[in-house]
């Protein structure tokens, strides 16, 4: 069963605490990429990765890092430098860099 | 300027109504037109994907593209409850970074 999976769906977080947000796709997809989306408004894009161990930095980097160390996964962290990190985050992945871009369920971050 | 507006809504209609939802954009470069469904607390879904001017009919939607005017359309026709979501529509050039609307959200009311 292909997809693209994101862990967990709901977390919680102390301010000035660093949190990792998971994906994972096992659909052999070359690009993968994380947007953040706030109420009412559109996807904002954080970090792109069009090949392993190679990734650059979106519209709204800052406060964020990521790393691709394997073709399957792009893990997120949200620092403590992030000024609002409060928001729905999204994965995605396509087969090649700026194809069609499929999502992962999202993981709902709040900062208590 | 954002470089894609969308019709903000919310839009509220009858069960069987033809629904209009609708882009414009600014930005010339724009090659592909996508249309994407998202329900609530969920990830978008890929409805429409589509890169030249014209229609382009899949069931009961339709996505229209005109690239002189810079305006994209995606048509619901005998709309149905279970298409309440809020609409994404996205566009890329030939680079490929997607940009995305904020998003309308549809009501189909039984």
């Known amino acids: 069963d292909g997809g693209i999976t994101q862990s967990p769906k709901y977390l919680f977080r102390k301010e000035g605490q660093n949190v990792t947000l998971s994906c994972e796709q096992n659909l052999n997809h070359d690009a993968m990429y994380w947007y953040r989306q706030d109420p009412g408004q559109g996807l904002r894009l954080i970090y792109y990765s069009q090949i392993v161990n190679d990734f650059q930095k979106g519209d709204i980097a800052e406060g964020y890092s990521v790393s691709r160390e394997k073709k399957e996964s792009f893990p997120l962290t949200v620092t403590s430098a992030q000024k609002n990190p409060t928001a729905f985050y999204l994965c995605?992945?396509?087969?090649?860099?700026?194809?069609?871009?499929?999502f992962g369920p999202g993981t709902r971050l709040t900062v208590l | 300027q954002k470089e894609v507006e969308q019709d903000p809504g919310p839009l509220s209609v009858p069960e069987g109504a033809i629904v209009s939802l609708n882009c414009t954009y600014s930005?010339?470069?724009?090659?592909?037109f996508m249309w994407y469904r998202q329900y609530s607390r969920k990830g978008p879904e890929l409805l429409m994907y589509t890169y030249s001017s014209g229609n382009k009919e899949d069931g009961r939607f339709t996505a229209q593209v005109d690239k002189s005017s810079k305006y994209i359309s995606l048509f619901i026709r005998d709309s149905q409850p279970s298409d309440s979501a809020t609409y994404l529509c996205a566009m890329s050039d030939n680079a490929g970074k997607s940009t995305f609307g904020d998003g309308t959200t549809l009501t189909v009311k039984p």
């Open positions: 930005n010339s470069a724009f090659q592909y």
């Open positions: 995605a992945s396509s087969r090649k860099g700026w194809d069609t871009q499929y």
